[in-house]
């Protein structure tokens, strides 16, 4: 059964009153922070458990780092609420700015309310773009840190076929990123205890959260600068409809004090039996 043609017009014009660039934008932004929140919290959980398990006997010595682990978690956490409600903000602001809108539902103006609003936006998404590449760079060091030990353990696992002697040199500290006290014990894996640590699947799944964490806050931080470009765009598009409104309106006051000087009707210039010679014959 084929659509009524004004079924169709209409879905057509509520596709085209849809703002893109926005939906897309949120739409990575919803998928970059839930990858780096859902990962990086569930990183965390497992790196508190392999320090716990291989790098420290005391509970003293990483309890600070367990006060760290669990205070992230709650920013985290923190982080998954705001972004939540502020994209859904961006994009009612996309729907409410987006000119295809404004030719589906009619004409209006913008407001002054309306244009401080916007540039606020602007000013907010400016500085989360900012925070997000502090976070970005942050989330780049714990994978830094376990492609080193990943690194360790091959150059170990070759050495062991040539020169099984040297491997207890290769070691991981941990106390040298700062995860552990100086006098925590032993606080580093060495030789063929950090093969074997690196073969665990507790070693690999926290590896892989942290990759995924990292691709999460890159995702963000392009989603936050797609909107941020998109808000721009908009505020620049909105100008120049004011400056075109003006120009129609100053035409529109032209025409009317023409009409005024000429006594109310605009008259052809041309003399009345050169337009009725023009007309065709009945």
């Known amino acids: 059964m084929s659509c009524p043609i004004g079924c169709y017009d209409c879905c057509m014009k509520c596709l085209g009153g849809v703002p893109y660039c926005s939906l897309v934008a949120t ?10 929140c859902g990962c990086g919290h ?15 006997r ?15 978690q709650y920013v985290i956490y923190g982080l998954a609420s705001f972004f939540f409600l502020y994209c859904i903000v961006l994009l009612a602001e996309g729907f409410y700015t987006t000119s295809a809108t404004k030719q589906t539902f009619g004409e209006f103006r913008s407001t ?19 925070v997000w590449l502090l976070v970005f760079a942050f989330s780049a060091l714990p994978v830094y ?30 106390r040298q990123y700062g995860l552990l006290p100086w006098d925590a014990l032993p606080g580093k894996a060495c030789g ?19 990759i995924a964490t990292f691709a999460g806050a890159g995702i963000t931080l392009l989603a936050l600068i797609h909107c941020c470009l998109q808000l721009a765009v ?22 009317g004090r023409l009409q005024k000087d000429v006594g109310g009707t605009m008259r052809s210039p041309y003399a009345p039996h050169i337009i009725s010679d023009s007309l065709p014959p009945d």
Do not use: W
């Not at 002054?112 to 900012?130: K, N, P, Q």
């Open 27 to 36: 739409l990575l932004c919803f998928s970059g922070i839930a990858l780096f």
């Open 58 to 72: 005391n509970l003293q010595d990483y309890i600070t780092l367990a006060y760290l682990i669990q205070y992230f």
């Open 112 to 130: 002054l309310c309306g244009r401080c609003l916007s540039s606020t936006f602007i000013l907010i998404t400016y500085l989360l773009v900012v």
């Open 192 to 210: 063929l205890t950090l093969s074997t640590v690196c073969k665990t699947r507790e070693f690999r799944l926290t590896y892989d959260l942290y």
């Open 145 to 174: 840190f376990f492609y080193n030990m990943d690194t360790t353990c091959h150059t170990i696992t070759v050495l062991t076929e040539k020169t099984p002697g040297s491997i207890n040199q290769l070691c991981i500290d941990a």
């Open 234 to 255: 908009t505020q620049v598009d909105l100008k120049e409809e004011r400056r075109q409104e003006k120009d129609e309106r100053k035409s529109y006051e032209l025409y």
């Open 42 to 56: 569930q990183a965390l959980t497992e790196t508190e458990r392999l320090i716990e398990t291989y790098f420290a």
